[in-house]
T-cell receptor
Framework: NAGVTQTPKFQVLKTGQSMTLQCAQD?????MYWYRQDPGMGLRLIYY???????DKGEVPNGYNVSRLNKREFSLRLESAAPSQTSVYFC????????????FGEGSRLTVL | QKEVEQDPGPLSVPEGAIVSLNCTYS??????FMWYRQYSRKGPELLMY????GNKEDGRFTAQVDKSSKYISLFIRDSQPSDSATYLC????????????FGAGTRLFVKA
């Protein structure tokens, strides 16, 4: 019963460093999402992938890139980390479309110094 | 103005109290309304899901949607310490674009 698995759970970076957050789901879902959660801001969509082979920008895509590696995996890359990217990142998946339950991972806490 | 407004709290109540959590929104195209519960250092989990206006009940939880007022509520009866969490409202429209908007979340503490 893994559901949505994110790695790493915690990471500290220096400004300018790069890193990739990994996400995998075992529920055979078509759609996958990356959100960031900041105090007082709620969950904001960074990028999403409606289906394997497609990706699109969400509300706050600047400074990020994504790769839908296959149906199971959706990664988020920070090419040159900035302190403003300090946040908790959540990967989520859904059967398909934009309605229906979102299943979330446990989050990746990123601090950029 | 944010599309979805939610009082961040914190809200502190004694065990057994009735809790009312609320969100307002500005986009009349929203048709799907959800409440997620998020425990500390965990990901959100779906609690209630409602389509269009009306009420939905599930055990101690009742979700209400008033589209005319652009207002949604979650009521928790006989609140328990295990209900202590952050509650996020969320809503989606059906006009494409894979758009689900979340409120900022309300932190709830239920004291034993």
């Amino acid at each position: 019963n893994a559901g949505v698995t994110q790695t790493p759970k915690f990471q500290v970076l220096k400004t300018g460093q790069s890193m990739t957050l990994q996400c995998a789901q075992d529920m055979n879902h078509n759609s996958m999402y990356w959100y960031r959660q900041d105090p007082g801001m709620g969950l904001r969509l960074i990028y999403y992938s409606a289906s394997e082979g497609t990706t699109d920008k969400g509300e706050v895509p600047n400074g990020y890139n994504v790769s839908r590696l296959n149906k199971r995996e959706f990664s988020l890359r920070l090419e040159s980390a900035a302190p403003s990217q300090t946040s908790v990142y959540f990967c989520a998946s859904r059967v398909q479309g934009d309605t229906g339950e979102l299943f979330f991972g446990e989050g990746s806490r990123l601090t950029v110094l | 103005q944010k599309e979805v407004e939610q009082d961040p709290g914190p809200l502190s109540v004694p065990e057994g109290a009735i809790v009312s959590l609320n969100c307002t929104y500005s986009n009349s195209a929203f048709q799907y309304f959800m409440w997620y519960r998020q425990y500390s250092r965990k990901g959100p989990e779906l609690l209630m899901y409602t389509y269009s206006s009306g009420n939905k009940e599930d055990g101690r939880f009742t979700a209400q949607v008033d589209k005319s007022s652009k207002y949604i509520s979650l009521f928790i009866r006989d609140s328990q310490p295990s209900d202590s969490a952050t509650y996020l409202c969320a809503m989606s429209d059906y006009t494409g674009g894979f758009k689900t908007i979340f409120g900022a979340g309300t932190r709830l503490f239920v004291k034993a």
